[in-house]
Nanobody, 120 residues
């Protein structure tokens, strides 16, 4: 069994910073990429940022220059450093990782989500 566990969400004032973490554990053979998505009620889940095992990254236009994704391959962990936060960044943030387990089954694994609230 494989799972993703997120941490780091919370309440922050506009202009503030938060750092999210997501750790993968279990029978992991290979993780192809790790990413962060977010969702607000009534809207579709959207990609915020992703990072491949090579280190190449991809960002939503709305967060470019403010958010930074990084990854520790040895720890199967990804981080999302969020700076200059805006009220519109308020959402539940989900970690995602496409991977193969020890049985070489392809899995699309999601974390449980962590709430980020940007408000004064």
């Amino acid at each position: 069994q494989v799972q993703l566990v997120e941490s780091g969400g919370g309440l922050v004032q506009p202009g503030g910073s938060l750092r999210l973490s997501c750790a993968a554990s279990g029978s992991i053979f290979n993780i192809y990429a790790m990413g962060w998505y977010r969702q607000v009620p009534g809207k579709q889940r959207e990609l915020v940022a992703s990072i491949r095992s090579s280190g190449s990254t991809n960002y939503a236009d709305s967060v470019k220059g403010r958010f930074t994704i990084s990854r520790d391959n040895a720890k199967n962990t990804t981080y999302l450093q969020m700076n200059s936060l805006k009220p519109e960044d308020t959402a539940v943030y989900y970690c995602n990782a496409p991977m193969r387990n020890y049985n070489l089954q392809y899995l699309e694994v999601w974390g449980q989500g962590t709430l980020v609230t940007v408000s004064s």
